[in-house]
Protein backbone atom coordinates (compact mmCIF):
# COMPACT_ATOMS: atom_id res chain seq x y z
CA UNK A 1 0.00 0.00 0.00
CA UNK A 2 1.11 3.52 -1.01
CA UNK A 3 0.58 6.55 1.14
CA UNK A 4 0.21 10.36 0.52
CA UNK A 5 0.17 12.80 3.25
CA UNK A 6 -2.94 12.69 5.47
CA UNK A 7 -4.06 8.84 4.52
CA UNK A 8 -4.21 6.22 6.88
CA UNK A 9 -4.34 2.75 7.47
CA UNK A 10 -5.50 0.39 10.25
CA UNK A 11 -2.66 -1.85 11.98
CA UNK A 12 -4.46 -4.04 14.88
CA UNK A 13 -7.93 -4.78 13.01
CA UNK A 14 -8.74 -8.73 13.67
CA UNK A 15 -6.88 -11.31 16.06
CA UNK A 16 -4.12 -11.93 13.10
CA UNK A 17 -2.98 -8.35 12.86
CA UNK A 18 0.32 -6.73 13.60
CA UNK A 19 0.93 -7.01 17.76
CA UNK A 20 4.36 -5.46 16.96
CA UNK A 21 5.51 -3.59 13.60
CA UNK A 22 8.88 -1.90 12.41
CA UNK A 23 9.26 1.56 10.33
CA UNK A 24 12.14 2.04 8.64
CA UNK A 25 13.52 5.77 7.37
CA UNK A 26 15.32 6.40 3.91
CA UNK A 27 16.22 8.62 1.65
CA UNK A 28 17.63 9.74 -2.42
CA UNK A 29 20.30 10.20 -2.45
CA UNK A 30 21.45 7.93 -0.25
CA UNK A 31 24.93 9.72 0.12
CA UNK A 32 24.45 12.97 1.27
CA UNK A 33 26.28 15.97 3.41
CA UNK A 34 23.02 16.05 5.92
CA UNK A 35 23.38 14.85 9.08
CA UNK A 36 20.15 13.23 9.31
CA UNK A 37 18.99 12.12 13.22
CA UNK A 38 15.39 10.57 13.78
CA UNK A 39 13.67 10.35 16.66
CA UNK A 40 10.23 9.09 18.15
CA UNK A 41 7.82 10.96 20.65
CA UNK A 42 5.33 8.75 23.19
CA UNK A 43 2.61 10.93 23.87
CA UNK A 44 -0.69 10.77 25.79
CA UNK A 45 -3.64 12.42 25.20
CA UNK A 46 -2.67 15.90 25.78
CA UNK A 47 -0.17 15.72 22.81
CA UNK A 48 2.91 15.72 25.65
CA UNK A 49 5.52 13.29 26.98
CA UNK A 50 5.03 12.08 30.42
CA UNK A 51 8.93 12.78 31.06
CA UNK A 52 12.10 12.97 28.95
CA UNK A 53 11.99 9.28 28.72
CA UNK A 54 9.33 9.29 26.42
CA UNK A 55 11.82 10.77 23.83
CA UNK A 56 13.63 7.90 21.81
CA UNK A 57 16.81 9.39 19.73
CA UNK A 58 20.46 8.31 19.54
CA UNK A 59 21.17 7.88 23.28
CA UNK A 60 18.21 6.99 24.53
CA UNK A 61 17.17 3.41 22.43
CA UNK A 62 13.93 2.80 24.00
CA UNK A 63 10.39 3.51 25.86
CA UNK A 64 10.97 2.94 29.90
CA UNK A 65 7.89 0.80 31.61
CA UNK A 66 7.42 -2.17 29.07
CA UNK A 67 9.45 -1.05 25.90
CA UNK A 68 6.27 -0.73 23.40
CA UNK A 69 8.90 1.88 21.41
CA UNK A 70 12.69 0.83 20.24
CA UNK A 71 14.88 2.57 17.94
CA UNK A 72 17.67 0.40 16.35
CA UNK A 73 21.59 1.86 17.16
CA UNK A 74 23.13 1.81 13.42
CA UNK A 75 19.68 2.24 11.41
CA UNK A 76 16.79 4.92 10.99
CA UNK A 77 14.20 2.49 12.25
CA UNK A 78 11.84 1.79 15.26
CA UNK A 79 10.27 -1.07 16.54
CA UNK A 80 6.45 -0.23 17.73
CA UNK A 81 5.12 -3.22 20.05
CA UNK A 82 1.18 -2.32 20.34
CA UNK A 83 1.01 -5.32 23.50
CA UNK A 84 3.61 -3.53 25.61
CA UNK A 85 2.30 0.00 24.95
CA UNK A 86 2.07 1.84 28.09
CA UNK A 87 -1.71 2.40 28.70
CA UNK A 88 -1.01 6.11 28.73
CA UNK A 89 0.61 6.20 25.72
CA UNK A 90 -1.97 7.35 22.44
CA UNK A 91 0.58 8.49 19.76
CA UNK A 92 4.25 7.70 18.95
CA UNK A 93 5.39 10.42 16.63
CA UNK A 94 8.43 9.58 14.01
CA UNK A 95 10.73 12.83 13.30
CA UNK A 96 13.25 13.43 11.42
CA UNK A 97 15.80 16.29 11.66
CA UNK A 98 19.14 17.91 10.18
CA UNK A 99 21.61 18.45 12.81
CA UNK A 100 22.63 21.83 13.31
CA UNK A 101 20.94 22.53 9.63
CA UNK A 102 20.23 26.01 10.30
CA UNK A 103 24.12 26.42 11.27
CA UNK A 104 24.90 25.01 7.61
CA UNK A 105 22.29 26.48 6.06
CA UNK A 106 20.86 23.25 4.68
CA UNK A 107 17.33 21.73 4.35
CA UNK A 108 15.12 19.08 2.72
CA UNK A 109 15.22 20.29 -0.24
CA UNK A 110 18.40 19.10 -0.60
CA UNK A 111 17.30 15.93 -1.28
CA UNK A 112 15.19 14.16 -3.59
CA UNK A 113 12.84 11.58 -1.69
CA UNK A 114 12.46 9.93 1.81
CA UNK A 115 10.41 6.80 1.98
CA UNK A 116 8.94 5.30 5.46
CA UNK A 117 8.46 1.60 5.43
CA UNK A 118 6.23 0.10 7.64
CA UNK A 119 6.86 -3.98 8.22
CA UNK A 120 4.90 -6.17 10.16
CA UNK A 121 8.04 -7.28 12.87
CA UNK A 122 6.70 -11.61 12.98
CA UNK A 123 6.04 -12.06 9.45
CA UNK A 124 8.06 -9.71 7.79
CA UNK A 125 5.74 -8.13 5.27
CA UNK A 126 5.55 -4.99 4.59
CA UNK A 127 2.37 -3.13 5.40
CA UNK A 128 2.55 0.51 3.28
CA UNK A 129 5.32 2.53 2.06
CA UNK A 130 5.02 6.46 2.19
CA UNK A 131 7.25 7.91 -0.22
CA UNK A 132 7.86 11.93 0.32
CA UNK A 133 9.06 14.48 -2.37
CA UNK A 134 10.98 17.05 -0.38
CA UNK A 135 12.76 18.68 -3.23
CA UNK A 136 10.74 21.57 -3.16
CA UNK A 137 11.23 21.86 1.10
CA UNK A 138 12.96 24.38 2.75
CA UNK A 139 12.70 22.96 6.39
CA UNK A 140 15.14 21.24 8.78
CA UNK A 141 12.57 19.46 10.95
CA UNK A 142 10.04 17.00 9.82
CA UNK A 143 7.23 14.96 11.17
CA UNK A 144 7.30 11.84 9.16
CA UNK A 145 4.13 9.91 10.13
CA UNK A 146 2.21 8.82 13.85
CA UNK A 147 1.14 5.93 14.99
CA UNK A 148 -2.12 6.45 17.26
CA UNK A 149 -4.55 4.76 18.92
CA UNK A 150 -8.41 4.94 18.52
CA UNK A 151 -11.03 2.86 19.89
CA UNK A 152 -8.47 0.87 21.11
CA UNK A 153 -7.30 0.22 18.06
CA UNK A 154 -3.97 1.40 16.20
CA UNK A 155 -3.54 3.09 13.31
CA UNK A 156 -0.90 4.88 11.51
CA UNK A 157 -0.72 8.15 9.24
CA UNK A 158 1.13 9.82 6.84
CA UNK A 159 1.84 13.15 8.01
CA UNK A 160 4.66 14.77 5.61
CA UNK A 161 5.01 17.55 8.14
CA UNK A 162 7.83 19.99 7.60
CA UNK A 163 8.70 23.34 9.40
CA UNK A 164 11.47 25.21 10.87
CA UNK A 165 12.91 25.06 13.63
CA UNK A 166 15.03 22.08 14.30
CA UNK A 167 14.98 19.49 16.72
CA UNK A 168 14.64 22.46 19.58
CA UNK A 169 11.14 23.22 18.49
CA UNK A 170 9.77 20.45 17.79
CA UNK A 171 10.97 18.84 21.21
CA UNK A 172 9.66 21.84 22.96
CA UNK A 173 6.44 21.27 21.46
CA UNK A 174 6.17 18.10 22.74
CA UNK A 175 7.31 19.34 26.48
CA UNK A 176 11.24 18.41 26.24
CA UNK A 177 13.70 21.04 26.77
CA UNK A 178 16.69 19.33 24.58
CA UNK A 179 19.27 21.15 26.78
CA UNK A 180 18.45 19.69 29.93
CA UNK A 181 19.00 15.61 27.52
CA UNK A 182 21.84 17.01 26.22
CA UNK A 183 20.88 16.97 22.66
CA UNK A 184 22.78 18.72 19.88
CA UNK A 185 20.84 21.32 17.70
CA UNK A 186 21.01 24.49 15.91
CA UNK A 187 22.29 27.59 17.91
CA UNK A 188 19.89 29.99 19.10
CA UNK A 189 21.40 32.72 16.84
CA UNK A 190 19.31 32.81 13.67
CA UNK A 191 21.06 31.64 10.20
CA UNK A 192 20.21 33.54 7.01
CA UNK A 193 17.92 30.34 6.12
CA UNK A 194 16.00 30.69 9.63
CA UNK A 195 15.77 34.54 8.96
CA UNK A 196 13.93 34.03 5.45
CA UNK A 197 11.20 31.59 6.78
CA UNK A 198 10.75 32.23 10.66
CA UNK A 199 8.40 35.47 9.14
CA UNK A 200 5.86 32.38 9.07
CA UNK A 201 4.72 30.42 11.98
CA UNK A 202 5.64 26.89 12.29
CA UNK A 203 3.38 24.09 11.10
CA UNK A 204 2.34 23.35 14.71
CA UNK A 205 0.74 25.96 15.38
CA UNK A 206 -2.80 26.43 14.42
CA UNK A 207 -4.99 29.24 13.51
CA UNK A 208 -9.11 28.80 13.85
CA UNK A 209 -10.64 31.48 11.13
CA UNK A 210 -13.96 32.87 12.44
CA UNK A 211 -16.79 36.04 12.21
CA UNK A 212 -13.84 38.26 13.52
CA UNK A 213 -10.61 36.96 11.48
CA UNK A 214 -12.48 35.16 9.01
CA UNK A 215 -9.47 35.10 6.59
CA UNK A 216 -5.64 34.99 5.45
CA UNK A 217 -3.71 36.03 3.16
CA UNK A 218 -0.52 33.53 1.99
CA UNK A 219 2.33 35.07 0.27
CA UNK A 220 3.66 33.01 -3.10
CA UNK A 221 6.59 31.45 -2.71
CA UNK A 222 9.11 30.43 -5.57
CA UNK A 223 8.47 26.14 -5.70
CA UNK A 224 4.60 27.11 -5.01
CA UNK A 225 2.96 26.07 -1.79
CA UNK A 226 3.67 22.02 -1.99
CA UNK A 227 0.71 19.80 -1.44
CA UNK A 228 -2.19 21.66 0.67
CA UNK A 229 -4.10 18.78 2.34
CA UNK A 230 -7.73 19.74 2.99
CA UNK A 231 -9.62 17.24 5.94
CA UNK A 232 -13.28 17.09 6.82
CA UNK A 233 -13.86 15.41 10.24
CA UNK A 234 -17.36 15.05 11.80
CA UNK A 235 -18.85 13.35 14.60
CA UNK A 236 -22.41 12.40 15.38
CA UNK A 237 -23.41 13.89 18.47
CA UNK A 238 -25.35 11.63 20.88
CA UNK A 239 -24.99 12.99 24.10
CA UNK A 240 -23.57 15.98 25.99
CA UNK A 241 -21.88 13.72 28.24
CA UNK A 242 -18.80 15.82 28.13
CA UNK A 243 -16.43 13.31 26.32
CA UNK A 244 -14.52 16.17 24.32
CA UNK A 245 -14.28 16.45 21.07
CA UNK A 246 -12.12 13.54 20.14
CA UNK A 247 -13.39 11.52 22.56
CA UNK A 248 -17.18 12.10 20.85
CA UNK A 249 -15.48 11.67 17.49
CA UNK A 250 -14.60 8.10 17.93
CA UNK A 251 -18.23 7.03 18.43
CA UNK A 252 -19.05 3.87 16.01
CA UNK A 253 -22.14 4.74 14.65
CA UNK A 254 -22.72 7.53 12.18
CA UNK A 255 -25.71 8.48 10.84
CA UNK A 256 -24.96 11.20 8.23
CA UNK A 257 -23.11 10.54 5.13
CA UNK A 258 -21.32 13.61 4.68
CA UNK A 259 -18.98 13.53 1.91
CA UNK A 260 -16.07 16.46 1.12
CA UNK A 261 -15.87 18.39 -2.43
CA UNK A 262 -14.87 21.53 -4.59
CA UNK A 263 -16.09 23.49 -7.26
CA UNK A 264 -12.60 25.07 -9.13
CA UNK A 265 -12.06 27.23 -11.91
CA UNK A 266 -8.76 26.91 -13.96
CA UNK A 267 -6.97 30.80 -14.88
CA UNK A 268 -7.35 29.15 -18.20
CA UNK A 269 -11.73 29.73 -17.61
CA UNK A 270 -11.88 25.94 -17.04
CA UNK A 271 -14.54 24.96 -14.43
CA UNK A 272 -15.23 21.78 -12.45
CA UNK A 273 -16.13 19.55 -9.54
CA UNK A 274 -14.42 17.04 -7.31
CA UNK A 275 -16.22 15.14 -5.44
CA UNK A 276 -17.11 11.20 -4.96
CA UNK A 277 -20.68 11.89 -6.91
CA UNK A 278 -20.28 10.77 -10.23
CA UNK A 279 -16.56 9.48 -8.90
CA UNK A 280 -15.34 12.75 -9.87
CA UNK A 281 -12.13 12.23 -8.27
CA UNK A 282 -10.08 14.58 -9.84
CA UNK A 283 -6.05 14.12 -10.51
CA UNK A 284 -3.49 15.81 -8.61
CA UNK A 285 -0.59 15.47 -11.06
CA UNK A 286 -3.30 17.01 -13.73
CA UNK A 287 -5.78 19.15 -14.46
CA UNK A 288 -7.42 19.98 -12.05
CA UNK A 289 -4.45 19.49 -9.72
CA UNK A 290 -6.96 18.65 -6.86
CA UNK A 291 -8.05 15.08 -6.01
CA UNK A 292 -10.56 14.10 -3.35
CA UNK A 293 -8.34 11.08 -1.61
CA UNK A 294 -10.95 8.73 -0.04
CA UNK A 295 -14.55 8.59 0.22
CA UNK A 296 -15.80 7.68 3.85
CA UNK A 297 -19.06 5.98 2.85
CA UNK A 298 -19.83 3.81 6.24
CA UNK A 299 -19.23 6.77 8.33
CA UNK A 300 -16.79 4.63 10.36
CA UNK A 301 -13.58 6.13 9.70
CA UNK A 302 -12.61 8.94 12.74
CA UNK A 303 -9.87 10.71 10.55
CA UNK A 304 -13.09 11.47 7.86
CA UNK A 305 -12.02 12.47 4.53
CA UNK A 306 -9.69 14.25 2.58
CA UNK A 307 -8.82 16.33 -0.42
CA UNK A 308 -5.73 17.33 -1.91
CA UNK A 309 -4.15 20.56 -4.01
CA UNK A 310 -1.22 20.65 -5.69
CA UNK A 311 -0.26 23.31 -4.64
CA UNK A 312 3.16 23.54 -7.19
CA UNK A 313 0.65 24.63 -9.73
CA UNK A 314 -1.01 27.05 -7.79
CA UNK A 315 -0.33 29.61 -10.41
CA UNK A 316 -2.77 28.06 -12.85
CA UNK A 317 -5.70 27.94 -10.37
CA UNK A 318 -8.03 30.57 -10.01
CA UNK A 319 -10.31 29.92 -7.08
CA UNK A 320 -11.47 26.42 -5.08
CA UNK A 321 -14.71 26.89 -3.00
CA UNK A 322 -14.66 23.79 -0.49
CA UNK A 323 -17.86 22.41 0.41
CA UNK A 324 -19.57 19.63 2.39
CA UNK A 325 -22.59 17.43 1.51
CA UNK A 326 -24.76 15.71 3.49
CA UNK A 327 -25.52 13.02 0.31
CA UNK A 328 -27.62 10.51 2.42
CA UNK A 329 -30.28 11.09 4.89
CA UNK A 330 -32.26 13.76 6.88
CA UNK A 331 -30.04 17.24 6.71
CA UNK A 332 -29.25 17.72 10.44
CA UNK A 333 -25.80 20.05 10.57
CA UNK A 334 -26.37 20.76 13.99
CA UNK A 335 -25.43 17.20 15.35
CA UNK A 336 -22.15 16.72 13.33
CA UNK A 337 -19.82 19.43 14.60
CA UNK A 338 -17.94 19.44 11.80
CA UNK A 339 -14.35 20.53 11.26
CA UNK A 340 -12.30 21.64 8.10
CA UNK A 341 -8.72 22.04 8.41
CA UNK A 342 -6.24 23.12 5.87
CA UNK A 343 -2.67 21.84 6.05
CA UNK A 344 0.01 24.08 4.07
CA UNK A 345 3.53 23.34 4.01
CA UNK A 346 5.68 25.78 6.09
CA UNK A 347 2.41 27.62 7.30
CA UNK A 348 0.03 27.52 10.37
CA UNK A 349 -2.60 25.05 10.38
CA UNK A 350 -6.00 26.43 9.32
CA UNK A 351 -9.11 25.18 11.10
CA UNK A 352 -12.72 26.49 10.33
CA UNK A 353 -15.52 24.69 12.01
CA UNK A 354 -19.34 24.80 10.81
CA UNK A 355 -20.32 26.81 13.52
CA UNK A 356 -24.03 27.67 11.89
CA UNK A 357 -26.64 25.61 11.50
CA UNK A 358 -29.74 25.41 8.33
CA UNK A 359 -31.18 21.97 8.86
CA UNK A 360 -33.04 22.32 5.65
CA UNK A 361 -30.41 22.63 3.46
CA UNK A 362 -28.03 19.79 2.48
CA UNK A 363 -24.72 21.66 0.84
CA UNK A 364 -22.42 23.71 2.94
CA UNK A 365 -19.48 25.96 1.66
CA UNK A 366 -16.83 25.85 3.99
CA UNK A 367 -13.96 28.30 2.30
CA UNK A 368 -12.68 29.75 -0.59
CA UNK A 369 -9.06 29.28 -1.28
CA UNK A 370 -8.39 32.92 -3.88
CA UNK A 371 -5.21 32.83 -6.25
CA UNK A 372 -4.75 36.48 -5.79
CA UNK A 373 -1.62 37.48 -7.99
CA UNK A 374 0.08 34.31 -7.36
CA UNK A 375 -0.67 34.23 -3.33
CA UNK A 376 -3.11 32.50 -1.88
CA UNK A 377 -6.35 33.70 0.39
CA UNK A 378 -8.04 31.38 2.20
CA UNK A 379 -11.64 32.92 3.57
CA UNK A 380 -14.05 31.15 5.92
CA UNK A 381 -17.78 31.01 4.08
CA UNK A 382 -19.97 28.73 6.19
CA UNK A 383 -22.98 29.07 4.00
CA UNK A 384 -25.89 26.70 3.07
CA UNK A 385 -27.59 25.49 -0.10
CA UNK A 386 -30.10 23.40 -1.14
CA UNK A 387 -28.15 22.10 -4.14
CA UNK A 388 -25.16 22.34 -6.00
CA UNK A 389 -26.72 24.58 -8.74
CA UNK A 390 -27.45 27.28 -6.26
CA UNK A 391 -23.35 26.78 -4.40
CA UNK A 392 -22.52 27.17 -8.13
CA UNK A 393 -24.35 30.74 -8.94
CA UNK A 394 -23.06 31.79 -5.48
CA UNK A 395 -19.94 32.29 -6.51
CA UNK A 396 -19.77 32.05 -10.22
CA UNK A 397 -18.28 28.63 -11.76
CA UNK A 398 -20.82 28.39 -14.74
CA UNK A 399 -21.42 24.43 -14.68
CA UNK A 400 -24.09 22.49 -16.17
CA UNK A 401 -25.96 20.14 -13.51
CA UNK A 402 -27.50 16.63 -13.86
CA UNK A 403 -28.36 14.06 -11.45
CA UNK A 404 -25.93 11.75 -10.34
CA UNK A 405 -24.67 9.19 -7.50
CA UNK A 406 -22.08 7.41 -6.05
CA UNK A 407 -21.49 4.29 -7.01
Given at each position: ??????????????????????????W??????????????????????????????????????????????????????????????????????????????????????????????????????????????????????????????????AV?Q??????????????????????????????????????????????????????????????????????????????????????????????????????????????????????????????????????????????????????????????????????????????????????????????????????????????????Q??N????K?V?????????????????????????
Open positions: MDLQPGQNFLITRHSLAPKSVKITLAEPAETTLLLRSSAFALTSHGKVRSGHDFIYQNQLTLPDGGGVQRTVDKNEFAVNFSQMPITIERIVIALTIEQGLQHNQSFSQLYQIESKIFDLNSGKCLAVFPLLTSMMLETALIVGEFYSRNKEWKFRGGFVGGLRQLAGEYGIDINDIGVVDAPDTPTKLEVLTSSHPTQLKKITLDKKNPSISLDKKVHGFGEIVANLNWHQRKDSSGKGFFGRLIQSSRKVDLDLGCLFKLRNGESGVVQALGNAFGSLNMQPYIQLMSDDRSGASVDGEFLHINGQHWNKLDRVVLFAMIYEGTPNWSETDAVVTLQIPERPLLEIRIDSHHNDQRICALAILENDGLRVTLKYFQDHRYLDQAYGFGLRWVAGSKS
